[in-house]
């Protein structure tokens, strides 16, 4: 095994420790990765920008103060990747939209700065759908993203950038962004771990807003491990964001060395069985899940069935809730203040116009339909009663988690398809969403982690869900790690990352 | 909806959103389609529901009030697209 293969192999946590132990050179760590993007890029389009300069002086600071005996940070040496939603200070952002093109932000969102507090490397942003509009990485005005596991297939979305570039191993770690499944679901088509942590367990602040109230920041790795690691860095209050949580952040990577015991006795797994009954999920994903449940009750999970009573009114919800949010989030972008101008002879053809390039087909869509159900004649019959359905979602999930710990499902109900087969039927998209929207609905955090692959060629990946109550990310990642421990999926490599599996 | 040019135009103008003819008939049959699902909503009992909010929010509260360094003008004004005097340039909207 060469030396680049021996760095690209190695799990966030395992380069972080070999960097810290002197074993590993930060420097020889980020050329590793610097590599293998320019080796993957051509193929996949992850990346929208790759921060080299950046990185290479990073590393050599990381190794420096190795060097003087300076106490290292959790992350040091370790390359990471962001989603283009996350503000970068001289970094180009864009939110994957024409009308933030070329907007380098004047400041440090909370994201990119725990991360260099923690000594991470910054290698780039990586492409997604725009604003995060999307489950495929198709809702762009730039390269579509391509899956590694299947080139001419989709990674999933909208933070399908992070998944290809993790998958590929061309960031040892990346970050997305969650508002009804964005870091999951193409966890899930890419044979990935993604946590959405809990509404407010980490900071807003420098993430650009699509939908405030379910928008939330997590990890995107290769293991459990790193997305504890991960998540240790990233969690805790923030002054500039007021919904974030004030409350302690416990140790996540004793949770997944617990887990990776493999015992789960005492552990209870509520299982929506009605939701197996969906006309849409696909059989393979459905044997996948239940071979994983399986596997979970063999360590000792006590596995018992729940009631969701309206789990088939989130998908409306959401789109209810979320239009609405989006459009009054996206009134910002006039022109003005940020980014793309149209200059017309008066301040409304600038706006209209400014916006009409600006912004992508979908966008425009749920803007309309945002402003459709916060119309004074709409408002009541639309956002009025989303938001009442959103309390019995929630109360729900509640009256669940007083039975068990987390309940499972599917993450997606379908495998990734190939680019170019869903983009003239916007529903059809939507209601993929249908096992990942009920955790933001109702705040709570959620994981995906590999589940298998389909049996059929294209051979293609298949994620395992656990929602848990509010906070109970230390149980979600020990039941995570147990069942990484019973399994060798993670360690698969796909075909474009340069080595088969 | 969809076939109510003029709901789709307004709708478009209330959005601040240049939607030519093509466009318009587009966008609003793909969102009939959507809204007949959303529709399904109707459905469902509400009657005493309170609207969501977070349970067991904790907020952290308001920030000190205490004066401390922000950004200068000209990092502010960079990432703006017209500016005149260092100052934000709005078009014209009152003669």
């Known amino acids: 095994m060469s030396a680049s293969d021996d760095i690209l192999g190695r799990s966030a946590r395992a380069l972080a420790k070999g960097i810290r132990d002197g074993e590993l050179s930060s420097l020889d760590v980020t050329r590793a990765y610097l590599e293998q993007i320019h080796a993957t890029e051509p193929a996949l389009h992850a990346y929208r920008c790759v921060t080299s300069e950046l990185a290479l002086a990073q590393a050599q600071a990381v190794d420096r103060a190795r060097a003087s005996g300076a106490s290292l940070g959790p992350l040091a040496g370790v390359p990471v990747a962001l989603k283009d939603i996350f503000v970068t200070q001289g970094v180009e952002t864009t939110c994957g939209s024409a009308i933030l093109a070329g907007w380098v932000p004047p400041y440090q969102g909370t994201h990119a700065q725990r991360l260099a507090d923690a000594g991470a490397v910054l290698l780039g942003k990586l492409s997604m759908d725009e604003f995060g509009m999307g489950s495929a990485n198709e809702n762009t005005p730039f390269e579509p993203v391509h899956n590694p596991w299947a080139r001419d297939h989709v990674p999933g979305g909208s933070s399908g950038g992070t998944a290809a570039a993790v998958a590929a191993r061309s960031c040892a770690l990346g970050l997305g962004s969650d508002t009804g499944g964005s870091i999951r679901q193409p966890a899930s088509l890419c044979n990935l771990v993604g946590l959405k942590p809990t509404y407010g367990r980490v900071s807003r602040h420098g993430m650009i807003a699509f939908a405030s109230s379910l928008d939330q920041a997590g990890p995107m790795t290769r293991e459990v491990g790193d997305a504890a690691l991960a998540l240790g860095v990233l969690a805790g209050v923030d002054p500039r964001d007021s919904t974030s949580l004030d409350a302690p952040v416990p140790d996540y990577l004793a949770a997944v060395d617990a887990g990776a015991q493999g015992q789960l006795a005492g552990t209870t797994i509520g299982l929506h069985r009605r939701a197996l009954e969906l006309d849409g999920l696909a059989p393979q994903v459905r044997d996948r899940f239940e071979a994983s449940l399986a596997q979970l009750a063999d360590a000792g999970a006590r596995v018992i069935d729940i009631e969701l009573p309206h789990f088939e009114h989130a998908v409306a919800t959401y789109y209810v809730l979320c239009t609405a949010e989006a459009s009054s989030n996206l009134a910002r972008y006039d022109g003005v203040r940020y980014g793309l101008r149209r200059d017309r002879p008066s301040l409304r053809e600038t706006y209209e116009a400014t916006r009409h390039d600006g912004f992508g087909a979908e966008v425009a869509r749920r803007i309309l339909l945002g402003t459709f159900v916060l119309r004074a004649d709409s408002y009541a019959d639309y956002y009025g009663r989303a938001m009442k359905v959103r309390s019995l979602i929630a109360q729900d999930y509640a009256a669940a988690f007083a039975r068990c710990d987390m309940i499972a499902s599917p993450t997606s109900p379908v495998p990734s398809w190939r680019i170019g087969a869903k983009v003239d039927d916007p529903l059809a998209v939507y209601l993929l969403d249908v096992f990942t929207i009920g955790a933001n609905l109702a705040g709570l955090p959620a994981i995906s982690i590999p589940a298998g692959f389909t049996a059929s060629a294209p051979r293609l990946p298949i994620g395992l869900q656990l929602i848990g109550p509010r906070l109970a990310e230390p149980a979600l990642l020990r039941v995570a790690a147990a069942h990484e421990a019973a399994n060798r999926w993670h360690l698969e490599r796909p075909p474009a990352s340069g080595g088969g599996s | ?95």
Not at chain 2, 62 to 86: C, K, N, Q, T, W
């Open chain 2, 1 to 95: 909806m969809a076939n109510d040019d003029t709901l789709v135009g307004e709708l478009a103008r209330l959005a601040h959103l240049e939607l030519p003819p093509a466009r318009a008939q587009v966008l609003g049959a793909q969102l009939e389609t959507i809204l007949g699902y959303i529709r399904g909503l109707q459905a469902v009992d509400v009657e005493g529901v309170p609207e969501y909010l977070p349970a067991e929010q904790v907020r952290s509260g308001l920030r000190d009030d205490i004066e401390r360094a922000d950004m200068d003008v000209d990092s502010a004004l960079a990432g703006v697209p017209l500016a005149h005097d260092r100052l934000v340039a709005v078009p014209k909207f009152k003669d």
